[in-house]
T-cell receptor, first 113, second 117 residues
């Protein structure tokens, strides 16, 4: 079945450092790919998405490109801030499976001043 | 616009007791989801509703879990009796109907953290 694998955390960075969180997937058909973020004490929020190969999703300085050839959707940011500290989830949604989201296990990011 | 509302936010019960969680989706969202999130894991779908119909409940442990979405708006998820392994966060999400071209973004509530002692 469909699945998502993320790099394990926690990831600890200094402010203004570059961030990459790796995400790879296995899926049939043509899924949409998502990054959700969960700040402490809050619910999951959509950070960005891409619906087809070579699409780039971007939001709040974060970017991820849908790479069908490598089945990847890595999250990147050029300069992280303390306020980016959160847990990040990669997910895929397959319309032919009713649109349910399949999540990776999450990667905790901690940014130090 | 109000987001997905869930209550309670926290619940502590003893094993074998019943418990219920409530969810109010975003107005106009026909599709409602209940997810289970264990500590250190990503959410996993328990059940999906389209309006009042449960269209995917394959992952719902039906011996102890039940859910309903009367009138196609609010939903309740129940566990009876609760077991120690049910301690987790229960998330509710909603989205527009995919078939109506609403896109595939799901909006999540803050979750209910259940602790079973």
């Amino acid at each position: 079945g469909d699945s998502v694998t993320q790099m394990e955390g926690p990831v600890t960075l200094s402010e203004e450092a570059c961030l990459t969180i790796n995400c790879t997937y296995t899926a049939t058909g043509y899924p949409s790919l998502f990054w959700y973020v969960q700040y402490p004490g809050e619910g999951l929020q959509l950070l960005l998405k891409a619906t087809k190969a070579d699409d780039k999703g971007s939001n709040k300085g974060f970017e991820a490109t849908y790479r069908k050839e490598t089945t990847s959707f890595h999250l990147e940011k050029g300069s992280v801030q303390v306020s980016d500290s959160a847990v990040y989830f990669c997910a895929l949604g397959n319309y032919n499976q009713g649109g349910k989201l399949i999540f990776g296990q999450g990667t905790e990011l901690s940014v130090k001043p | 616009e109000a987001g997905v509302v869930q209550s309670p936010r926290y619940k502590i019960i003893e094993k074998k007791q019943p418990v219920a969680f409530w969810c109010n989706p975003i107005s106009g969202h026909n599709t409602l989801y209940w997810y289970l999130q264990n500590l250190g894991q990503g959410p996993e779908l328990l059940i999906r509703y389209e309006n009042e119909e449960a269209v995917d409940d394959s992952q719902l442990p039906k011996d102890r879990f039940s859910a309903e979405r009367l009138k196609g708006v609010d939903s309740t998820l129940k566990i009876q009796p609760a077991e120690l392994g049910d301690s987790a966060v229960y998330l509710c999400a909603s989205s527009l109907d995919l078939r109506q071209g609403g896109g595939d973004e799901q909006f999540f509530g803050p979750g209910t953290r259940l602790t079973v002692l």
